[in-house]
């Protein structure tokens, strides 16, 4: 079993930043690709970014692509996000995500072995 827990969500103003964080725990050498998906008031839950076992590829939905940086730090079992020039659609509960099989799509819920319980980012215009 391995746990995941976020934390580092928060309320800020549209243009800041936030940089949220994944602890993982357990048997974390089974995991390979990890995640972040965020899931808004009555919206389903929504892929934002995926990072390779060992970072050698990284994957951000279109919304995100030169404001968010995902990175992986192995020794300390820990996932980033980086968010910066925050919008007000950005405001949701953000999701850490692991996974124990390989191939197919990162980018859909489905393949996600593990999840945390959610962190609140909340950006205000």
């Known amino acids: 079993q391995v746990q995941l827990v976020e934390s580092g969500g928060g309320l800020v103003q549209a243009g800041g930043s936030l940089r949220l964080s994944c602890v993982a725990s357990?048997?974390?050498?089974?995991?390979?690709?990890m995640g972040w998906f965020r899931q808004a008031p009555g919206k389903e839950r929504e892929f934002v970014s995926a990072?390779?076992?060992?970072?050698?590829?990284?994957y951000y939905t279109d919304s995100v692509k030169g404001r968010f940086t995902i990175s992986r730090d192995n020794a300390k079992n820990t996932l980033y996000l980086q968010m910066n020039s925050l919008k007000p659609e950005d405001t949701a509960v953000y999701y850490c995500?692991?996974?124990?099989?390989?191939?197919?799509?990162?980018?859909?819920?489905?393949?996600?072995?593990?999840w945390g319980q959610g962190t609140q980012v909340t950006v205000s215009s």
């Open positions: 995500a692991a996974r124990t099989s390989r191939g197919g799509s990162s980018s859909i819920t489905g393949p996600y072995d593990y």
């Open positions: 357990g048997r974390t050498l089974s995991l390979y690709t």
């Open positions: 990072i390779t076992r060992m970072s050698s590829s990284t």
